[in-house]
């Protein structure tokens, strides 16, 4: 009945975005295009190369096309909406679009939270357990970890978002931010989400510290394991794909941090929008430029694709 109360009285949500900067929104339209447009090329390579290269078929690079799968999945969530609402005077968002949006936003970041770990141990099991890491890496094993990780993220949010619209909103549709996220959305309610906020504190602990502290323990081994190396070789490959992955987790776990481990009420709507605006646009546009500036078997991708056209 309460979300029937809620989708009557509100079929609409406003998005205030960055409307108290006028005169930022043409630049931060050009900006935010710019590095969407890095975000689709970039990770549409990795995703391309990674399939057509057979070299490249090894469990790393299949979590990193999930990786920029998810990436891709993830911006096109919330980016055109914004530059919609950035080049338009309409700043509207439907109710349904809002539950979508926030439905997908939750998925995708929680399924990005718990990938990480999951090529942060693809990245033990590498250096630390060389000798079984075909074994301990089967690629059954790795199709397996990649489908808990997207149900996970996507069961997760099919919880914690209808716990958010279950909330009264009582008339309130203007949204301090420029997509439908939880800490905005709770600031709309008339009641005390005391309990929403709870849920909240509690979900981003099992979702983002815990993930987190997985992230460092593997790269702890990982660190202890490469001091012990004699070979300079070896030691430059560990910390050219460990440190990638570690920018990125960088990246990624940090203004996430920011926002979901503390109270919405505690927030600073305008702080978040940034922040939000670094981890929702810039991070993923990164990711790809992280993973293949410097990586060598990406190069030598990219040189053998290139020589099979030629030779064509």
Known sequence: MMMEKNGSSENFFILLGFSNWPHLEIVLFVVILIFYLMTLTGNLFIIILSYLDSHLHT????FLSNLSFLDLCYTTSSIPQLLVNLWGLEKTISYAGCMVQLYFVLALGTTECVLLVVMSYDRYAAVCRPLHYTVLMHPRFCRLLAVASWVSGFTTSALHSSFTFWIPLCGHRLVDHFFCEV??????????????????MVMSAIFVLIPLILILTSYGAIAWTVLSMQSTT???????TCGAHLMVVSLFFIPVMCIYLQPPSENSPHQGKFIALFYTVVTPSLNPLIYTLRNKDVRRAVKRLMGWEWGM
């Open 183 to 200: 800490p905005a959305l709770l600031r709309l309610s008339c009641v005390d989400t005391y309990a929403n906020e709870l849920i909240l």
């Open 234 to 240: 070896g030691l430059q490959k560990v910390f050219g």
């Open 59 to 62: 469990p790393m690079y299949f």
